[in-house]
């Protein structure tokens, strides 16, 4: 089965179900969807995928689980001797977890998805691994010990509310268990999904210490949350761009938000954060980092005279032109460029359909707000 398995992937699977199953013993639905979901593990578990014997769960489970890059990521911010996941799932996070803690807990309701995560860490040698098939909180109660750290990852679909976005209806709900979750370990590291909004997330928990933004190539992927046993300081917000050979980092306090940059018109270069800077809201705080000045309060672009190791894109400006036109048709109408807005009325797609600008080429063009509120296209050539 597993030669049939490896044999399919990337094969049409709805073409696959119209075909006769070969092993009368199999139901055939199932093995179909080993074959899907193995072929989703192939780029974001690439240990999961190279290993012979490996189950895998309902597709569905492989999406919503942690890759690999980020999961070891996670791994090298926390270690210690003892950990609980509380919410197990694939496992995925725990085989990380496992190469920082001397043992590691999974607690899974789910039966099936129990018992196939624990035959995969066998498979994987991942021997300090206990998987318990439980409710968590039972669990806890049950073991009734210390960890030095309990992790989480709650689920973002509430039965009666369908997919939601505050912390307090998923499941678990760490807002109210939080007190709970603090009688058994110090420290808590509590991932959540990059939609949810910071300030609202800080709303909901106390004692934040340190929240991370990771992303892979610009795309956000998560947040992490770390929760020490009464920590009442200046939280840090930490922002990670993990890329192909290396890393942009930012770090800030939450409170450097209220700072206030220098505004100022084009410089020769143009400097675009990356996503998780947008996502962390340090607008202000990495204009006064790299010294750089935002071309207007609302725009997020950054200029300088010089190139700085700025953790974002940077282009030089080789024309700024008012948004008129003539203008317009003289340097852009029927041209191809690479359209970005920021603090501008009108979208990208507005601005394509307006101008006849085709996608792509090595050109740049921003359209934005400068500091006497005019309109302005910025064509730029990438350098970083």
Request: with cysteine; charged share 25%; proline share 4%.
């Amino acid at each position: 089965m597993q030669a049939f398995i490896d044999a399919h992937i990337g094969d049409d699977v709805a073409a696959l179900a119209l075909r006769k199953n070969p092993f009368e013993n199999i139901n055939w639905s199932s093995l179909l969807n080993q074959i899907a979901a193995k072929a989703k593990a192939k780029d974001k578990l690439p240990t999961w995928f190279g290993t012979t014997d490996i189950i895998y769960p309902p597709k569905i489970s492989v999406e919503q689980t942690s890759s690999e890059k980020t999961a070891a990521y996670k791994a090298s911010l926390i270690s210690g001797k003892n950990l609980i996941d509380l919410t197990g799932g694939f496992g995925v996070d725990d085989f990380f977890f496992a190469k920082r803690f001397e043992t590691v807990v999974h607690c899974e309701l789910n039966a099936e998805l129990s018992g196939i995560v624990k035959h995969n860490f066998e498979v994987l040698q991942a021997d300090n691994i206990d998987c318990q098939c439980s409710d968590s909180a039972k669990i806890l109660e049950e073991t009734n010990q210390k960890f030095d750290w309990i992790y989480l990852d709650p689920s973002r679909r509430n039965e009666n509310k369908g997919k939601v976005f505050m912390l307090r209806d998923c499941l678990p709900s760490v807002p109210d268990l939080l007190d709970f979750y603090l009688k058994y370990a110090s420290n808590i590291l509590i991932k959540t999904a990059p939609v949810l909004d910071l300030a609202a997330g800080l709303s909901e928990l106390s004692q934040v210490k340190i929240i991370h933004i990771v992303a892979i190539e610009n795309e956000v992927k998560e947040l992490l949350w770390e929760i020490e046993k009464g920590f009442v300081g200046d939280i840090e917000i930490r922002t990670v761009n993990l890329l192909k050979d290396n890393a942009e980092h930012f770090n800030f306090k939450w409170i450097d938000q209220a700072a206030v940059s220098p505004i100022g018109f084009p410089a020769k270069y143009l400097f675009e954060a990356n996503a998780t800077i947008m996502k962390s809201g340090g607008f202000n705080a990495v204009a006064l980092r790299y010294g750089l000045d935002k071309l207007h309060a609302n725009s997020h672009l950054y200029t300088s005279d010089s190139v700085v190791d700025f953790p974002g894109r940077i282009f030089e400006i080789t024309a700024s032109i008012p948004y008129r036109k003539k203008e317009m048709r003289e340097w852009l109408e029927n041209k191809k460029a690479n359209v970005a807005t920021r603090n501008f009325p009108d979208s990208v797609e507005t601005i394509r359909k307006k101008w006849k600008i085709k996608d792509g080429g090595e050109q740049y063009c921003f359209f934005t707000t400068v500091p006497n509120e005019d309109k302005i296209v910025l064509i730029c050539t990438k350098i970083k």
